[in-house]
């Protein structure tokens, strides 16, 4: 069964770094658009980062553009997502996704498949 589990998530003061992982299993991370999406107490899921499988390209959100990163070691089966200037506001259960669909709108949560656990990734102000 394919498997996704984030690691990596913690207590940062603003301003500060994390570096999340997902590692894979029961899957070829190359065939698979991968992303990044949170989900805050109360509110919907909601996109964050997503590398494409078909040319490598990656796409953000604006809310942190210039600010995170994602990567993605297909011979490993991991993707990172590397979270620069965090803010207060990026407190929440970060979840890596997959996707085999073509052409997806990486942004849209239901065109994932596979999720993970989630880790918690909380900002103190």
């Known amino acids: 069964q394919v498997q996704l589990v984030e690691s990596g998530g913690g207590l940062v003061q603003a301003g500060g770094s994390l570096r999340l992982s997902c590692a894979g299993s029961g899957l070829t991370f190359n065939m698979y658009t991968m992303a990044w999406f949170r989900q805050a107490p109360g509110k919907e899921r909601e996109s964050v980062a997503a590398s494409s499988w078909s040319v490598g390209n990656t796409a953000y959100a604006d809310s942190v553009k210039g600010r995170f990163t994602i990567s993605r070691d297909n011979a490993k089966n991991m993707v990172h997502l590397q979270m620069n200037s965090l803010k207060p506001e990026d407190t929440a259960v970060y979840y890596c996704?997959?996707?085999?669909?073509?052409?997806?709108?990486?942004?849209?949560?239901?065109?994932?498949?596979?999720w993970g656990q989630g880790t918690q990734v909380t900002v103190s102000s």
């Open positions: 996704a997959a996707s085999l669909k073509h052409g997806i709108r990486w942004f849209d949560r239901y065109e994932y498949d596979y």
